[in-house]
């Protein structure tokens, strides 16, 4: 499946009702709470944005997801994509996403188009309802990621969020439930990509395999 499909096919895909994470989600072995009860919380969830950016490398379709620095918290040392929560200055959530991603990468947003948004996630440890953009560039540019924030970039080929393989499982700790529970992951640049990135991940991986 080449660039140019992939695009097109989510252009598509991204004006359409979208599929929501209820299939990944059959992989895990516990339930996540439902956005709208999450909206009935008082006081209510943090609105948060990432930005899912492809973009060409070496004339093959690439995304861009970080490793978060070790720190006391809930996503201390996880693989996501770039971003964070809304600020008063930002018109939308499309803005939190394009501020946030050159905050923590460094990278210049002038150029890139957003082409959609995906299924927004709830995140209960952060009580964050995060809503996903995904992204187009014809070149990503240098990166200076901010070293409070970030461990590392990874520049992750897209064939690889594709290859039939790529979901995983293993036991992993859930702090909501207090208990172990097997979850699905993405084996991704050999890091363990799991929980909201993950169904990130999917919702995206379903729509280019259904429109590609």
């Known amino acids: 499946m080449n660039a140019s499909g992939i695009l097109t096919?989510?252009?598509?895909?991204?004006?359409?009702?979208?599929?929501?994470?209820?299939?990944?989600?059959e992989l895990s072995g516990y339930e996540r709470p439902e956005i709208e009860a999450a909206l009935r919380q008082d006081p209510a969830p943090r609105e948060s944005a990432v930005?899912?950016?492809?973009?060409?490398?070496?004339?093959?379709?690439?995304?861009?997801?970080?490793?978060r620095q070790e720190y006391d918290g809930v996503?201390?040392?996880q693989v996501s994509f770039p971003g964070g929560r809304r600020e008063e200055q930002d018109v939308d959530l499309q803005a939190t996403a394009l501020r946030e991603f050159t905050e923590e990468t460094g990278v210049n947003t002038v150029g890139i188009e957003v082409i959609g948004a995906l299924s927004r996630v709830y995140i209960p440890p952060s009580r964050s309802l995060v809503t996903p953009?995904?992204?187009y560039c014809d070149a990503l540019g240098p990166t200076h990621p901010d070293p409070h924030e970030v461990k590392a970039l990874l520049e992750v080929p897209f064939s690889d969020v594709l290859r039939d393989n790529v979901?995983?499982?293993r036991e992993h700790y859930i702090q909501v439930l207090g208990r172990k529970a097997t979850i699905p992951y993405f084996d991704l640049a050999g890091h363990v990509v799991w929980g909201a990135t993950a169904m990130m991940l999917a919702e995206l991986r379903e729509l280019v395999m259904r429109h590609g």
Request: proline residues 7%; hydrophobic residues 45%.
């Open 9 to 25: 096919g989510l252009r598509s895909a991204l004006n359409e009702p979208l599929p929501g994470h209820d299939r990944f989600l």
């Open 51 to 67: 930005l899912v950016l492809l973009y060409p490398e070496k004339e093959a379709l690439h995304t861009l997801l970080m490793v």
């Open 75 to 77: 996503h201390s040392g």
């Open 133 to 135: 953009f995904v992204a």
């Open 167 to 169: 979901v995983q499982h």
